[in-house]
């Protein structure tokens, strides 16, 4: 009775570790931009972390004076925080110049609204400008990432997998 022997080898690729839903989560965690926003309206920064059930948390430091009353802070915050979601970053501009109208149409929007809030945020009229810039600064580099649909289409390359398979068969090697 002749058995013939078989062998398999076998080589998979994958880029393990960025395969998972937490690489998607981490690219599209608007979280820390919106954060920087109300920690500059606030007058605070970051200036270390703290860990608290189980969690690490941001520390904040005064540095400077508020921007903003509580009212002005959290009416920006709630104005600004839909428009850097996870859900924003996926949209799509076509071109350059689909960005470009939308990024003066957001400005010109900020600062309206800044203007017509002004005494309501016990805002200083010498601070709009550069808390306008601060904020656009901010948005700006976020909102490149809808050109083209570039940021969904880079979730293919995120989600990676090769697999070869070789199959060697017979009972005697002779020819080997």
């Keep these: 009775m002749d058995r013939e022997q078989e062998s398999v080898t076998g080589f998979n690729q994958s880029n393990d570790g960025y395969t998972t839903a937490g690489v998607i989560q981490l690219r599209l965690d608007t979280a820390p931009l919106v954060d920087n926003i109300e920690a500059y309206l606030r007058g605070t920064r970051i200036i270390g972390y703290k860990e608290e059930l189980g969690a690490m948390v941001p520390v904040f430091g005064t540095i400077g004076r508020p921007k903003l009353n509580e009212v002005g802070v959290q009416s920006v915050m709630s104005w600004i925080a839909p428009l850097m979601s996870p859900a924003t970053v996926q949209g799509n501009f076509k071109t350059v110049d689909d960005l470009n109208n939308y990024l003066c149409r957001l400005e010109i929007d900020l600062y309206s609204y800044l203007m017509i809030n002004i005494y309501d945020f016990a805002l200083s009229e010498y ?50």
Excluded: Q, W
């Design 127 to 176: 601070d709009i400008d550069g808390l306008v810039d601060g904020i656009m600064n901010t948005c700006e580099p976020f909102f490149t990432r809808l050109l083209e649909n570039k940021e969904r289409e880079s979730y293919s390359s995120t989600m990676v997998s090769r697999e070869s398979h070789a199959r060697e068969s017979g009972g005697f090697k002779i020819f080997k």
